[in-house]
């Protein structure tokens, strides 16, 4: 077994997939549309498709749909960087929200940061120094 793909609803296709290739550095890696069951779909991830083992997320927009109430058990997605304070100073320079700024985390020494994509998705970014 292996993880596929998160889906997170999307009230604007083209807003979401800039913010996750533009601002976060992410590959579209195929999209469908499904015009007679009213909604699109967008896949995005860090390789070059799911053959590779990477985890995507599968961004759907439903027609007609422009906004969604966020979940109270919705968390985050986490996402490995090797410089969180770059990645910040990236992601602000492409016009992205960074809702908590790089530092350690609180009682430890891990090195996070938040941002925020444009339906109000958090995400972590988790320092990992490569080696």
């Given at each position: 077994?292996r ?73 985050h ?55």
């Amino acid at each position: 077994m292996r993880f596929l793909h998160t889906m997170l609803r999307v009230g604007d296709m083209q807003r979401s997939i800039d913010f996750y290739t533009k601002v976060l550095g992410m590959n579209l890696l195929r999209t469908t549309e499904r015009p007679e069951q009213k909604y699109s779909l967008a896949f995005v991830g860090f390789g070059k498709g799911n053959a590779e083992g990477q985890g995507e997320i599968e961004l759907t927009c439903n027609h007609g749909v422009s906004s969604y109430e966020m979940g109270g058990a919705y968390g985050h997605i986490a996402i490995e960087v090797p410089d969180a304070y770059a990645a910040c100073d990236r992601i602000k320079a492409a016009g992205g929200n960074v809702t908590r700024e790089a530092g350690p985390v609180k009682g430890g020494t891990t090195v996070i940061a938040f941002v925020q994509d444009p339906d109000g998705y958090k995400i972590e970014l988790i320092e990992r120094k490569p080696g």
